[in-house]
């Protein structure tokens, strides 16, 4: 029997027995008096006992709230389990309180930009404009139950809105300047908005790009709104303004309304996903804390833009104390290790990324190791994609020797089923861990892999879908499929050392260069141009290509249309102008027809397997097969290097 490869990384034992991880264990066996000897031990604690593992964290990550602890959880059923009922609390009182003496005077985030500004504030000078923000806001009327959405850069004050937003009880939406209208209007639009904030232009490798227009249009798309607050002129400077205090905020029930995200719209507009300020606050300082082992000592960069929940994971580490690092623009500009110089000038601790940034510096034979210092790294993240096994021995030789935490979670549970532990070994491919208090399974697939369940229920399962009371929506999304279980959409294998391994999506979202999207937002811009009389939109596997993949669109043309040059362009125009440029496929192919079900329904599924060059799992169930072929072996398509 072959022996299993030697990890690529292990922790020392020093690591191991000062990491958060290890305390909140030794805290577990004196409170429960039980034996927690290794990472498996706690985390078959954390499942089998479900509620006294959960009233133990709570105790001892000395979060603040009020009311009674019990019940910890009503309920059994993931669908219908609901956490802390009788506890309220206040998510941004527990991101900007003192946590000891002089941490209003420690750094709480540092916002920088491609044009070279830098913002910094301490935690009481980010505490103050908060305040301000919230007071502002309380005198437009801005109350408990409204909702406050924001066209925005990842920059301080789009961290200022949001805080002063949440504190007051309204629930914040956000997405990045790049959507167009009616990507906006079909998120927006479900959520009656009393307050857009916004950037009226954003910069990238150097250009300018105004969005004034794509306000205005916005803006008259959204008649709920009382006020549009432009993000571009420090709109809440703390000079001479009226501030609330800590004591005048509300704290409200756990599950209130904190961050309403956006599915990927694989079906329709995209489905506005409640969370709540206790599941998020609660699940993301367990992520932070213990698996993540972050601190009142790191700085924490994760790239993102504020329209990914990895901007609300990153702004919840300012709860442990941590410092956050913000970056607005492209991460080749000024120079192609842009990014990688942020991360040595400000001496970040926890770099957070995707796989197609580093394979992008792999490929462009950026070496950051050679052309910058980095003493203060111990640890880069990474998430958005599967992080391919040849990335791992790069990183380590290319960068630095530290463990690079594959993570894998997402919008639907704003957090991680797997994910990064500081007391355990980093394999090529591997997740470290399955995340504590979750009881992830593999369902179904002889080979070990199969759907990615959670069986018990967990803090940050969405309060609900906004505009479904009756939960039918929230239902078919995630528990029809496998009834009283949660059902992800990616497709797992549980290792033998209980790490995991992510093998891509189970159903029709897309992964492109890290970013989730889905066909129904594409499908929907194409309504207007009459060539087209079908079209369908898949994932190709694409190893070449940064994050591994590209976006395939098969189209059916009328009768004697060809598709030429000009209809080519017209059709990537319009997807990037309504939709994003993520969403404009790398190869558009004509083809005669598409796989269809016998009841009638296009299959996504069929067409997949097609353009990677699989045999179709569902082909039984199509009426005309033999179309695949033709997919299979279509010229635009054979030139990805999936075979």
């Not at 409204?146 to 961290?159: F, Q």
């Not at 190709?540 to 098969?554: E, N």
Request: charged share 20%.
């Amino acid at each position: 029997m072959t022996p299993p490869p030697p990890p690529i990384f292990a922790p020392s034992a020093e690591t191991v027995a000062r990491s958060q991880m290890t305390q909140f264990a030794r805290f577990c066996e004196a409170e429960a008096g039980v034996r927690l000897p290794d990472y498996a031990a706690l985390h078959a604690f954390s499942v089998q006992n479900l509620r006294g593992f959960w009233t133990l964290f709570l105790r001892w990550s000395e979060l603040i709230s009020e009311g009674n602890p019990q019940p910890v959880c009503e309920g059994d059923s993931c669908e219908a389990a609901r956490f802390f009922p009788a506890l309220r609390l206040g998510y941004v009182e527990n991101l900007l309180r003192d946590r000891a003496p002089g941490d209003a005077d420690r750094p709480a985030l540092t916002a920088r930009d491609e044009e070279g500004h830098v913002v910094r504030l301490t935690r009481g000078e980010l505490r103050r404009r908060v305040m301000v923000a919230a007071a502002a806001l309380h005198e437009m009327g801005v109350k408990p139950g409204d909702h406050v959405v924001a066209v925005a850069r990842n920059t301080a004050d789009t961290v200022i809105a949001c805080l002063g937003t949440v504190a007051l009880g309204a629930a914040w939406s956000a997405t990045g300047p790049d959507l167009g209208v009616a990507a906006l209007r079909d998120r927006f639009g479900q959520l009656a908005p009393r307050v857009l904030f916004h950037h009226t232009s954003y910069h990238l490798h150097g250009a300018v790009h105004s969005i004034a227009d794509r306000i205005a249009a916005l803006r008259a798309e959204l008649p709920s709104l009382a006020a549009v607050i432009a993000l571009d002129s420090d709109p809440f400077s703390p000079a001479g303004e009226p501030a609330l205090s800590f004591d005048e905020l509300p704290r409200l029930p756990f599950n209130h309304p904190l961050f309403v995200l956006f599915s990927s719209g694989t079906t329709g507009p995209p489905k506005c996903i409640v969370h709540g300020a206790g599941g998020t606050l609660i699940e993301h300082h367990k992520e932070h804390r213990l698996h993540g082992d972050l601190g009142p000592t790191d700085k924490l960069l994760f790239h993102t833009s504020c329209g990914w929940m990895m901007w609300n994971w990153q702004l919840s580490a300012l709860a442990c104390g941590a410092e956050i690092v913000l970056y607005d623009g492209s991460v080749s500009y000024p120079q192609e290790d842009a990014l990688w110089r942020l991360v040595a000038d400000e001496r970040v601790t926890v770099f957070g990324t995707s796989p197609a940034y580093l394979q992008y510096c792999r490929e462009a034979a950026i070496t950051p190791a050679e052309r910058v210092a980095l003493p203060a790294l111990r640890a880069i993240l990474s998430t958005g994609s599967v992080l391919p096994d040849s990335l791992y021995p790069w990183v380590r030789d290319a960068v630095k020797t530290v463990p690079l935490q594959s993570i894998s979670g997402g919008t639907d549970i704003i957090g991680c089923f797997v994910l990064g532990n500081p007391n355990l070994p980093v394999y090529p491919g591997e997740l470290q861990s399955v995340s504590l208090g979750m009881d992830v399974r593999a369902l179904g697939g002889g080979d070990g892999i199969g759907e990615l369940v959670c069986a018990n229920p967990f803090p940050s399962r969405p309060v609900g879908l906004h505009g479904d009371p009756e939960g039918r929506r929230f239902h078919e999304a995630y528990f029809s499929q496998n009834p009283g279980v949660w059902t992800h959409g990616d497709r797992i294998e549980i290792t033998p050392r209980g790490g995991a391994r992510i093998h891509g999506r189970s159903d029709g979202v897309m992964n492109i260069r890290g970013i989730r999207i889905g066909p129904a937002e594409i499908y929907r811009s194409l309504e207007g141009i009459a060539e087209i009389v079908e079209a369908m939109a898949v994932e190709q596997a694409a190893p070449d290509q940064p994050g591994g993949s590209r976006l395939v669109l098969l189209v059916v043309l009328g009768r004697g249309r060809d598709l030429d040059r000009p209809l080519t362009l017209r059709v990537k125009k319009e997807i990037s102008q309504r939709c994003s440029m993520v969403h404009v496929p790398s190869v558009i192919a004509q083809v005669a027809e598409l796989p269809t079900t016998h009841s009638g329904k296009r299959s996504e599924r069929a067409a997949r397997d097609a353009v990677n060059g699989r045999p179709a799992a569902n082909a039984g169930a199509l009426r005309n097969p033999g179309c695949l072929d033709v997919i299979r072996e279509h010229p635009a398509l054979l030139m990805a290097g999936a075979r």
